[in-house]
């Protein structure tokens, strides 16, 4: 479920967006699914402007499908969650190397800083505030070297890593919550290998962050799947 503070800032458009995109990802609306806009205007108690707005945001993330007739829902598959959690691999190696030749005292502290807040959502169950904290926690390394173009590319993934972030922090919260330690024991060996400017242990615990959230959401993708057949 989205949490409200997530709302904040966000036009009716993108909050709709939003919304739906954590549906359509959660295959809460399933795959080939036809919405009109006037459905979607009935179904979020707005005027069809904003639902237009959301579609667009959507269509332009391949979530959607546009037809005469309406929308058609585009679910992630498998390959399709794979390839974004390789360009996160991609954007954060790109940022390792260009940020370990410089001074990063700011960046290791602003990484401990995001590390302790996601500990402190742990503690009060909020497997959101955690989300979205580890999220920041990843971005952190790449506005660290100002790369505008990098930048652009990473928030065009943001939006669907966030939700894919949130399905996997929710069933841990509710079914794993002690794999939580296991976690913030990783992003401090993450930490320690940027201090430390290695290049081979920054690629090792990468990759354990990243395969350890993939292979929950595959999880869940399969058993949804299954479900489905």
């Known amino acids: 479920m989205i949490p409200k503070q997530w709302m904040n800032q966000l036009s009716t458009g993108e909050q709709i967006a939003l919304d739906l995109r954590y549906k359509i990802i959660s295959k809460q609306i399933k795959d080939g699914e036809k919405l009109s806009e006037n459905t979607l205007a009935q179904m979020y108690k707005v005027s069809r402007s904003p639902v237009r707005d959301a579609v667009k945001i959507l269509s332009n993330d391949k979530l959607i499908r546009l037809e005469r ?19 996160r691999l991609m954007i954060e190696s790109f940022s390792f190397e260009k940020i370990r030749k410089k001074d990063i005292s700011k960046v290791v502290l602003e990484l401990h800083k995001k590390l302790e807040m996601m500990k402190v959502a742990v503690k009060f169950n909020d497997a959101a ?9 990843h971005q952190t390394m790449i ?79 399969y058993s949804q799947t299954k479900e489905e057949n």
């Open 143 to 221: 506005e660290s070297i100002h790369h505008k173009q990098l930048e652009k590319l990473w928030m065009s993934i943001k939006p669907t890593m966030l939700i894919l972030n949130l399905i996997s922090m929710e069933e841990r919260m509710k079914f794993n919550k002690g794999d939580f330690e296991r976690i913030f024991k990783n992003h401090h060996e993450y930490i320690t290998t940027v201090e430390q400017r290695d290049r081979k242990g920054y690629k090792k615990v990468l990759h354990m962050n990243f395969d350890d959230v993939h292979e929950e959401i595959d999880d869940l993708f």
């Open 129 to 137: 505030e955690f989300a979205m904290q580890d999220i920041l926690f």
């Open 69 to 87: 007739m309406g929308a058609v829902i585009m679910a992630l598959s498998e390959n399709d969650i794979k390839e974004l959690y390789d360009m």
